[in-house]
């Protein structure tokens, strides 16, 4: 067996025994992510990370070599946030101890890639080993306050759309009143799905695509006004086929299953941004 074969082997056996300690965990959180709109994020997080921590292990050969001090630093936080977790099972509710179990469990396998194959290969694919906290959910009260300013948020949008096209409209909160039609903003209508699916297309993205830190910050912050505005336009135009053309949109399909159509639509804007930029990295410097 090779030097890299063995630092390969060692981390695979902490990977797959720290899978199995923390199968119960896991399990929930993917279960979480497949039948919960607010968390269907999650399911990428993993999946990406993968991808990139082999496209940047292979845009650069990569030196082994054990890390010990801080590799066992990590798992012994690991551990000690798992210990943690189970001994506040009597005082913190299921979502704290699921989001403190996950922080713990990609902890370890931070810890196990550091220690196996040390910090310089760790730097080098520092992104995608960051990237993997997405894995943790948040707990309720965090998602709850997300869900609720895009609420406010997106009522904002669309207030600002029919107060463009001249639409009389009253705002109350997350209630909108226009002619002939009251609209709530409920958190069915937040738009968190695709909010958490743009703002991850967006960072990915950025990381693959731009080369300047400050490009790929501003892209991925440019995602947050998108999501608000993108749910505000498709408020706004159900809300106006609906009163202007057949009350039948306010009910039928583009209500029910027309996230997509928008969600393309605040995409093409990430890959404006991101084309726009780009063109600005690639021009010669003076």
Not at 234 to 262: C, E, K, W
Request: net charge positive.
């Amino acid at each position: 067996m090779t030097i890299s074969q063995k630092h390969r082997a060692a981390f695979a056996s902490l990977f797959v025994t720290t899978c199995l300690i923390g199968f119960i965990p896991l399990f929930k959180t993917f279960a979480l992510s497949w039948n919960n709109d607010e968390y269907t994020y999650i399911l990428l997080i993993l999946p990406f990370s993968i991808a990139l921590l082999f496209l940047e292990r292979s845009s650069a050969e990569v030196v082994y070599d054990w890390d010990v001090y801080v590799g066992a630093s990590l798992l012994l936080a690991a551990v000690a946030l798992a210990v943690t977790a189970w001994f506040l099972s009597g005082w913190t509710t299921g979502d704290v101890r699921l989001a403190l179990a996950m922080l713990a469990i990609v902890l370890s396998w931070v810890g196990s890639f550091v220690l196996c194959f040390g910090h310089e290969a760790a730097r080098r694919v520092l992104f995608s080993l960051l990237f993997l906290f997405g894995l943790v959910p948040l707990p309720d009260v965090a998602m709850n306050y997300i869900v609720a300013l895009l609420q406010e948020g997106s009522a904002w949008s669309a207030h600002a759309l029919f107060a463009a096209f001249g639409v009389p409209v009253v705002q109350h909160g997350v209630l909108l009143t226009i002619p002939n039609l009251t609209i709530q903003v409920a958190q069915e209508c937040s738009s968190i799905r695709s909010s958490s699916l743009l703002l991850v297309t967006a960072i990915i993205s950025a990381k693959v695509l731009l080369r300047s830190p400050w490009h790929r910050i501003l892209v991925i912050v440019l995602a947050i006004p998108l999501s608000v505005a993108k749910n505000g336009l498709r408020i706004f135009s159900i809300a106006m086929l609906g009163t202007r053309v057949d009350p039948a949109y306010l009910t039928g399909n583009l209500h029910r299953q027309g996230g997509i159509l928008f969600f393309m639509v605040a995409l093409v804007g990430i890959s404006v941004a991101i084309a726009v930029v780009r063109r600005r990295e690639n021009l010669p410097t003076t």
